[in-house]
């Protein structure tokens, strides 16, 4: 399968800033995807990321809170904006290869002070 | 969209021992259902899927069983090991064309030696 990794592996930041987070894909692949795991939770999906158009969100997400791009087949990145506590977690890129599987990133874990 | 619960929250079994984890979904229109394995620390990593044209699939000492009629699936271990110890999480996807995955709770697995 694929190598997948992001950037930073994690990070501490101050409530009311932004981070952004990489993923890089060794090989391209149609579909990627950004999901959040809070402390000790189950993932949750925030959005698909569609080379050459705007991003897919679920319920509950909101471009202006989680902007995402996705320039070519092999990187996307999730901009975590205007960050408080409860946005505290590990956040997940996973990209989708064969007919439906998906493969997960080592995450990036993300403490908002 | 879809929902999928899973049980037991917590499964503890004897070394050797079998375990099943449960897992029901309630989009009748998903098609896909993988399990993933995460081990403290780390990224969740795809053990088996199942498509809905399948009833059960095997690979080594794992198993699972698919019954679209009453929308669950469940996940088989046998001669449970040390290492098998971990939260499992069951998901689904497929409903209404969506490829993101939808995610139970997951399973924390306690294997007694």
């Known amino acids: 399968s694929a190598v997948i990794s992001q950037k930073p592996s994690r990070d501490i930041c101050q409530r009311g800033t932004s981070l952004t987070i990489q993923c890089q894909v060794d090989?391209?692949?149609?579909?990627m995807f950004w999901y959040r795991q809070q402390p000790g939770q189950s993932l949750t999906l925030i959005a698909t990321?569609?080379?050459?158009?705007?991003?897919?969100?679920e319920s509950g997400f909101v471009i202006d809170k989680f902007p995402i791009s996705r320039p070519n087949l092999t990187f996307s990145t999730l901009t975590v904006s205007n960050m408080s506590p409860e946005d505290s977690s590990i956040y997940l890129c996973?990209?989708?290869?064969?007919?439906?599987?998906?493969?997960f990133g080592p995450g990036t874990r993300l403490t908002v002070l | 969209g879809e929902n999928v619960e899973q049980h037991p929250s917590t499964l503890s079994v004897q070394e050797g021992d079998s375990a099943v984890i449960k897992c029901t979904y309630s989009?009748?229109?998903?098609?896909?259902f993988p399990w993933y394995k995460q081990e403290l620390g780390k990224r969740p990593q795809l053990i088996i899927d199942?498509?809905?044209?399948?009833g059960e699939k095997k690979d080594q000492r794992i198993a699972v069983t698919l019954n679209k009629t009453a929308k669950h699936f469940s996940l088989h271990i046998t001669e449970t090991q040390p290492e098998d110890s971990a939260v499992y999480f069951c998901?689904?996807?497929?409903?209404?064309?969506?490829?993101?995955?939808?995610f139970g709770k997951g399973t924390h697995l306690i294997i007694q030696p």
């Open positions: 199942i498509r809905s044209n399948v």
């Open positions: 989009d009748s229109a998903s098609n896909y």
């Open positions: 990321a569609n080379q050459g158009s705007e991003a897919t969100y």
């Open positions: 996973s990209v989708g290869q064969g007919a439906n599987e998906q493969f």
């Open positions: 998901a689904a996807s497929g409903g209404g064309g969506a490829d993101g995955l939808t």
């Open positions: 090989s391209q692949v149609t579909m």
